[in-house]
Nanobody, 125 residues
Framework: QVHVIESGGGLVQAGGSLRLSCAAS????????MGWFRQAPGKEREFVAA????????YYADSVKGRFTISRDNAKNTVYLQLNSLKPEDTAVYYC??????????????????WGQGTQVTVSS
């Protein structure tokens, strides 16, 4: 069982930056692949970024590629999402997710077993 808690959201102007953190419980955190998703009002939850258990492989949605960076620190049981060059369309609740599946990274909601409560990111124009 893994519990994840997101933090770091807030209000920022377009072009600004934020760093989201996802703190996870459990001794097996280092074996879990992790991902970030987001959900804007009236829209479905969508994939943002994913990282494998080691941090060596990452994958991004086209809409954030080159602007967002996912990373992890297994010693701290934490995953990060650095958000740069933010746009108003990045406004959403951002969710951290964990999966115990082996292998690399995952980018569909159904592949993730554990979810956090989300943190709000609002980008003003």
């Amino acid at each position: 069982q893994v519990h994840v808690i997101e933090s770091g959201g807030g209000l920022v102007q377009a072009g600004g930056s934020l760093r989201l953190s996802c703190a996870a419980s459990g001794r097996t955190f280092a074996t879990y692949a992790m991902g970030w998703f987001r959900q804007a009002p009236g829209k479905e939850r969508e994939f943002v970024a994913a990282v494998d258990w080691s941090g060596g492989s990452t994958y991004y949605a086209d809409s954030v590629k080159g602007r967002f960076t996912i990373s992890r620190d297994n010693a701290k049981n934490t995953v990060y999402l650095q958000l740069n060059s933010l746009k108003p369309e990045d406004t959403a609740v951002y969710y951290c997710a964990a999966t115990g599946r082996g292998g690399g990274y995952y980018y569909t909601r159904d592949e993730y077993d554990y979810w956090g409560q989300g943190t709000q990111v609002t980008v003003s124009s």
